[in-house]
């Protein structure tokens, strides 16, 4: 089977370079070997912009048309909008009770942002959960890859502990202390104090070696105890790792190369810099836009050699370019034999020429409105019906299911 990949980005405006440099390649690219699901995080938009409806409204379905235009296929990724789907707001409510309040308050997001982003009042409930309510969209899809950048790992790590500690506190069947008990009755004094010795060492060490020796005790009590079944080896195999049943499935972040992509300031590409080329930039905008990026302040004239490590065109070069490109652009630069505005050229062309299938295909879609929301239609109904499974068994270990 293949395994399970799952992201999301917030609709918080249209959808630049960076974007995808950063996510959007890589998400294009999992669609190959994994069974993808991807979504719009609307609800973690609003955790920021509860004020701002318009923004979010504005850019759902457009940041869909993004996301097919880079490449994502329907027929092979599962895409959607989160607030359809309330099952994840009632795993967040579940989550929400066991989770102690120093976890959240510890992620390093959170000062981060309340301190970068001070002209918004952040001192909210559902800012404080963010990372929980992402713990909910991963953990509900039971997703084993999450793809994001480097600053979202603590939010994964988070996730992983909230999933431990789910599975540790409801991932027993009902009656799991007893019947471990009456298991371990049925072997001899001897084996049941070198079990527990194992299961004490593998909980601390997590020692592999530990964790062998114990199971072979259990499989040869499987074949030399009297009515040993299936079920007894399960029981005691579950116990001696120290959890039941895994009812949420820990998921590992997939961290893309960090491929910072400067703006035309030369600081990050951000939309709230104002220095993002957009995905969807027409070609006349581009060029405009990379004409007027900043570059190594020491080249004032023409005549005056520069240094392409000091500029940001130079990281589009290292991008965009080839090894030709990036030679000659190199030696243009440090012997002042080019001027900016030419070695600029070659990445606007090529900045460009990678725009144009993204242009095409998003062109389609905006003429095709109802083609956009059927396939986001599609995708709710797919993602529904693995989110309600989950539920299920959800509701059904912390004993909701009356
Ligand atoms: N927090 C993510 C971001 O800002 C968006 C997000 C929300 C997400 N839920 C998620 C990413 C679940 C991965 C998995 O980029
Ligand atoms: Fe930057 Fe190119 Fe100008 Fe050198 S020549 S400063 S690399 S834009």
Redesign the pocket.
């Known amino acids: 089977m293949r395994s399970r990949v ?5 609709p918080t405006g249209a959808l630049h370079l960076g974007h995808y440099h950063g996510a959007l390649k890589n998400w294009v690219r999992l669609q190959d070997e994994h069974d993808c699901f991807y979504f719009v ?1 609307d609800w ?1 938009a609003l955790t920021t912009h509860y004020e701002q409806r318009e923004v979010i409204e504005k850019n759902v379905y457009e940041m869909v048309i993004d996301w097919i235009a880079a490449g994502l296929d329907p027929d092979r990724s599962t895409i959607f909008i989160q607030s359809r789907l309330p099952e994840h707001a009632e795993l967040f409510t579940l989550l929400a009770m066991g989770t102690p309040l120093g976890w959240l308050e510890r992620v390093p997001t959170y000062k981060d942002q309340m301190e970068k982003l001070k002209d918004r009042d952040l001192a909210t409930y559902g800012f404080l959960g963010y990372p929980l309510l ?1 713990a909910a ?2 953990l509900i899809y039971k997703a084993t890859y ?1 793809p ?1 950048g480097e600053d ?1 790992s603590s ?1 994964v790590e988070l996730t992983r502990e909230v999933a431990r500690r789910f599975n540790h506190l409801y991932g027993r069947m009902h009656g799991f202390e007893q019947r471990v008990a009456a298991t371990l009755a049925r072997l001899p004094k001897d084996d049941q104090r070198y079990y527990e010795k194992q299961r004490k060492a593998f909980g601390e060490t997590g020692s592999a070696e530990v964790w062998a020796k114990g199971e072979a005790l259990v499989r040869r009590a499987a074949a030399a105890v009297e009515g040993w079944s299936e079920a007894d080896t399960e029981l005691l195999l579950g116990h001696l790792r120290g959890s039941g049943r895994a009812v949420l499935v820990e998921p590992q972040a997939l961290h893309t190369e960090v491929l910072r992509l400067p703006g035309t300031d030369g600081q990050k590409m951000s939309k709230s810099y104002g220095n993002a080329v957009l995905m969807r930039d027409e070609p006349a905008e581009v060029e405009r836009k990379i004409r007027g990026m900043v570059t190594d302040p020491a080249r004032v004239r023409r005549t005056d050699p520069g240094d392409p490590e000091k500029c940001p065109v130079w990281d589009l070069h290292k991008v965009y370019s080839d090894e030709a490109t990036k030679d000659w652009a190199y030696k243009g630069c440090k012997t002042a034999s080019i001027g900016c505005l030419e070695c600029k050229q070659p990445v606007i062309d090529a900045i460009v020429r990678e725009q144009k299938p993204w242009r095409e295909r998003a062109a389609a879609l905006v003429a095709d409105p109802k083609k956009v929301h059927w396939i986001v239609e599609m995708g709710t109904e797919r993602a529904r019906t693995v989110a309600r499974q989950t539920m299920k068994d959800v509701r059904e270990a912390m004993g909701l299911a009356y």
Do not use: E
Request: hydrophobic share 45%; aromatic share 0%.
């Open positions: 799952l992201s999301g980005m917030r995080a973690h992402q969209d991963i999450v994001v979202q939010h």
